[in-house]
């Protein structure tokens, strides 16, 4: 797990370098390989950065008609629902910018559970490319539970050991409720992990990811990517961060 997250002074800060991030990784999906594999982050936190990318000077600076969008989890509600992680994500990025609607893919929460993630394990092996270890997204965006959740990858559920799954249903005892979500293979699998951490109620569960010996408590310990994942963080969630973490 990467010791060097980025610090930003406030929350506006983080989803403005994380867009431009997202930006270049994009564009440099598209020129080497012609296409951009983004899987979006559910959760409040990550729509500010949503915002930002929605922004003309931003928004003509991606080849959406090159990139494929799809959810890291869904809550097992319609997609009108206010709950919905498709429906903010549609609200405050995909109806601003060209994206093909065929090319966002979202997780069907209004089905029945098991349903829809065998039918989004299809989606997701229908369109991703394939490659040593799988299937492979470009990029894929993480919020940060305080129980070190990331996706629907709560603490202490089954959808933790699934390493052949692409997706699963995870019942979440703590909210009494269904939801659908990559498997942690397909995260461990993308080319490239940026998580989005903002406040100061994220800031123990942000030192134990970073600085606590990597347990299987947390789910987001469990995160063994490829690269490097990418913390973005506002000062307020890393202010229980040592001095080595701000070096
Ligand atoms: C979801 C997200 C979830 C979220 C964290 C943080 O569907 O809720 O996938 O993993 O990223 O719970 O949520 P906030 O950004 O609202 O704090």
New binding site residues.
């Given amino acids: 797990m990467t010791k060097h997250p980025r610090i930003f002074d406030n929350a506006a800060a983080v989803f403005s370098a994380a867009a431009d991030r997202v930006l270049e990784l994009g564009g440099r999906a598209i020129a080497e390989r012609g296409v951009f594999h983004l899987a979006l982050?559910?959760?409040?936190?990550?729509e500010g950065l949503y915002r930002e990318l929605a922004r003309p000077e931003r928004a003509g600076a991606l080849a959406w008609e090159r990139t494929h969008i799809y959810f890291?989890?869904e809550?097992c509600v319609p997609p009108d629902n206010t709950q919905s992680?498709f429906r903010m994500a549609q609200q405050s990025l995909l109806r601003h910018v060209p994206v093909p609607a065929g090319q966002v893919h979202r997780i069907r929460g209004e089905d029945e559970p098991h349903a829809a993630a065998a039918a989004y394990e299809e989606l997701l092996a229908r369109y991703l490319p394939q490659t040593e270890g799988g299937w492979q997204l470009d990029l894929i965006l993480?919020?940060?539970?305080p129980d070190g959740?990331?996706?629907?990858l709560f603490p202490e559920t089954d959808i933790l050991g699934k390493r052949k799954a692409l997706a699963a249903p995870v019942f979440v005892p703590k909210l009494d409720s269904w939801r659908i979500s990559v498997t942690l293979p397909v995260i461990n699998h993308a080319r490239h992990i940026m998580l989005l951490v903002s406040g100061a109620g994220k800031a123990e569960v942000v030192r134990q990811a970073l600085e606590v010996t990597p347990g299987t408590a947390l789910p987001v310990q469990l995160i063994r990517p490829r690269g490097v994942p990418e913390w973005f963080l506002d000062r307020d969630a890393a202010r229980e961060l040592g001095p080595e973490a701000r070096s």
């Fill in positions: 982050a559910g959760g409040s936190t990550p890291g989890d809550r992680n993480l919020g940060l539970g959740h990331i996706a629907s």
